[in-house]
C-alpha cells in the first residue's frame, strides 16, 4: 500500500478528522461488522456531505489514477461506498465509469456490473476503505471475469493492516491511498484530539488487531 502524496495524506487525514467521518476511541471502543473490537471507527460517506473534503478527496483520486493508471480506461466503484467517489474521480478524469456490486442481481438481467463495460477494458478499482481488501478484490475478480483487465486500486484511506497489505501482495494488485492510519494518528495528536497515551494505545492495535480486540 503506498502513499503518494504525503502532504495530501496529511490535508486527508485532517479533513476527515475535522468532519468527523473518523472517530477515535481507545478508551470506549468500536465493533466493527466483523465483530472485531477497535480504537478507530471510519464512514466515509460523510465527506459527500462536505464540499470542500468531497472535492480534496476527487481531486486527489483523480490524480492518483493519472499518476499510477494513466493507462486505464474505465473508472470502477466498489458498491455502495465507492461509487460516489468513482464517479467524481471519473467526471475528472473525462472516463467511462462502472460499479460492480457485492452480488449479481437477482432479477433483470442478473448484473454485478452497472454500466457499460467492454471486454478487454484497462480498468482501475475505487474503494472508500482498505481494512482487510477483501471487497475490493472481489470486485477487481469479477471485473475480471467479465474479460477485462484490472490495473490495480486507488483509496481514500487504508487502516494499514497486515492481512490487506498481504491480500493485494497475493494478488499482485497495486494500491494507492490518499492517507492512512499512521498518518491519521499522527495528525490527531498534532490537532490535539488525541493524548501521547492514546496515541500509543492506538499504535498498540494497529499492531496486532486482533490482540488488541480479544482484550478489549
Not at 503518494?4 to 475535522?18: Q, W, Y
Not at 464540499?51 to 478527496?57: C, D, E, G, H
Request: glycine share 8%; charged share 20%.
Amino acid at each position: 500500500m503506498t502513499i503518494s502524496n504525503p502532504i495530501l495524506a496529511h490535508d486527508v487525514a485532517e479533513a476527515l478528522l475535522r468532519i468527523g467521518a473518523v472517530s477515535l476511541s481507545p478508551e470506549e471502543p468500536f465493533t466493527w461488522a466483523s465483530g472485531l473490537h477497535s480504537p478507530i471507527y471510519c464512514d466515509n460517506r460523510v465527506t459527500l456531505s462536505d464540499p470542500t473534503t468531497r472535492a480534496l478527496i476527487a481531486d486527489g483520486l483523480a490524480t492518483l489514477v493519472r499518476e499510477n493508471f494513466d493507462a486505464a480506461e474505465v473508472i470502477a466503484g466498489t458498491a455502495t461506498a465507492g461509487i460516489a467517489h468513482a464517479a467524481l474521480a471519473a467526471d475528472r478524469l473525462a472516463r467511462p465509469m462502472v460499479y460492480v456490486r457485492s452480488q449479481p442481481k437477482d432479477h433483470g438481467r442478473g448484473n454485478q456490473i452497472e454500466g457499460r463495460l467492454t471486454p478487454g477494458s484497462t480498468v482501475v478499482m475505487v474503494e472508500d476503505l482498505i481494512s482487510t481488501g477483501g471487497s475490493v478484490l472481489d470486485a477487481a475478480r469479477a471485473v475480471e471475469r467479465e474479460g477485462s483487465v484490472v490495473e490495480g486500486a486507488v483509496a481514500i484511506f487504508s487502516y494499514e493492516l497486515e492481512r490487506g497489505r498481504q491480500a493485494f501482495e497475493e494478488v499482485g494488485w497495486p494500491l494507492f491511498t490518499l492517507s492512512n492510519y499512521p498518518t491519521l494518528i499522527e495528525v490527531a495528536e498534532s490537532m490535539g484530539r488525541i493524548s501521547a497515551p492514546q496515541r500509543a494505545a492506538l499504535e498498540t492495535w494497529s499492531a496486532d488487531p486482533q490482540a488488541w480486540s480479544d482484550a478489549h
